[in-house]
């Protein structure tokens, strides 16, 4: 397996513009997670899907951002407008979590370099 | 309070020498995941446990969870070593795993030659 996928690695864009992140997680996973990553904060969890349904979201930060996962194999965050305090190093993870145990390891992707300029 | 604390933040060594990064936690857990994370980004897992000690090759991991504490040990330690770790914790509420990990601050490790 290829592991964590995602896409762009670097995205530079202005203030405003639409932002799309792209992640495809191991194929069999059920659990996937988006994070951010600053030097102020460390890592952060934005988002957690589980079975495809967000689980937990209250790492998002406003309503400029908003994640999909339309399918086991696919998932998206987007955020729009961006702003400058956007820039950040986004993750994606996936792991196998079953019902009362962590289950497998997580599996990160190389991330998403975001610079809002 | 962070539910999970790392000491030391910053950690310079000589080649060869044994490098010992601790971990604390507060909150009830399932497991503990040490991650590294080199210069670049890429965070890589490498050890998931709950119980007692896990080696890979150089590296060894160790658990107390009476004590909440965990220590990631790196003997003879090398300038390829040099990279962030990283402690993350599930928690456990109300008899659950909850999914989220939560993250220790890291701690930047340096290998000189």
């Known amino acids: 397996d290829a592991g964590v996928i995602q896409s762009p690695r670097h995205e530079v864009t202005e203030m405003g513009q639409e932002v799309t992140l792209r992640c495809k997680p191991i194929s069999g996973h059920n659990s996937l997670f988006w994070y951010r990553q600053t030097m102020m904060r460390g890592l952060e969890l934005l988002i957690y899907f589980n079975n495809n349904v967000p689980i937990d979201d209250s790492g998002m930060p406003e309503d400029r951002f908003s994640a999909k996962m339309p399918n086991a194999s696919f998932s998206t965050l987007k955020i729009q407008p961006s702003e400058p305090r956007d820039s950040a190093v986004y993750f994606c993870?996936?792991?196998?979590?079953?019902?009362?145990?962590?289950?497998?390891?997580?599996?990160f992707g190389q991330g998403t370099r975001l610079t809002v300029v | 309070k962070n539910e999970v604390e790392q000491s030391p933040q910053n950690l310079t060594a000589q080649e060869g020498e044994f490098i010992t990064i601790n971990c604390s936690y507060s909150?009830?857990?399932?497991?503990l995941h040490w991650l590294q994370q080199h210069p670049g980004g890429g965070i890589v897992s490498l050890f998931m446990?709950?119980?007692g000690k896990k080696k890979h090759g150089r590296l060894i991991a160790t658990i107390n969870i009476q004590e909440k504490h965990s220590s990631l040990h790196i003997t003879a330690s090398h300038p390829r070593d040099s990279a962030v770790y990283i402690c993350?914790?599930?928690?456990?509420?109300?008899?659950?795993?909850?999914?989220?990990?939560?993250f220790g601050r890291g701690t930047q490790l340096t290998v000189w030659p």
């Open positions: 993870a996936s792991s196998l979590t079953g019902t009362g145990s962590w289950g497998t390891e997580a599996f």
């Open positions: 993350a914790v599930p928690r456990i509420l109300g008899g659950s795993t909850l999914g989220r990990l939560y």
């Open positions: 909150v009830g857990i399932s497991a």
């Open positions: 446990l709950s119980s």
